[in-house]
């Protein structure tokens, strides 16, 4: 499986941008549940959003509840983080990830996702 994160890049405080996974090798796109994550400078790379396998149902982390909307196409075998009113402390690498085996209550769990996008730079300036 391979995940290829997009959409990353500089943007001023209160901006929006849209990060992009495309995923590849896998025989069935909808067999996976998704997740964004991030890790910013000196920092440990924490949960941000998922959505199940279908695509009914989100979760994010309370630091991004109400600004960023994860979403899926199937069809189309990728996965969307729609950024809003982003903020400095939002600077990070932001890496996409799926996983076939994972469970509703590991979602937002690093340790539950084998399959890693290779990081997308996400820079908000004050």
């Known amino acids: 499986v391979q995940l290829q994160a997009s959409g990353g890049g500089l943007v001023q405080a209160g901006g929006s941008l849209r990060l992009s996974c495309a995923a590849s090798?896998?025989?069935?796109?909808?067999?996976?549940?998704v997740a964004w994550f991030r890790q910013g400078p000196g920092k440990e790379r924490e949960f941000v959003a998922a959505?199940?396998?279908?695509?009914?149902?989100?979760y994010y982390a309370d630091s991004v509840k109400g600004r960023f909307t994860i979403s899926r196409d199937n069809a189309k075998n990728t996965a969307s983080l729609q950024m809003n009113s982003l903020k400095p402390e939002d600077t990070a690498v932001y890496y996409c990830?799926?996983?076939?085996?994972?469970?509703?209550?590991?979602?937002?769990?690093?340790?539950?996702?084998?399959?890693w996008g290779q990081g997308t730079q996400v820079t908000v300036s004050s």
């Open positions: 990830a799926a996983s076939a085996s994972i469970i509703t209550s590991n979602l937002r769990q690093k340790a539950g996702y084998g399959n």
């Open positions: 090798g896998l025989r069935t796109f909808s067999g996976y549940a």
């Open positions: 959505m199940s396998r279908t695509g009914t149902t989100a």
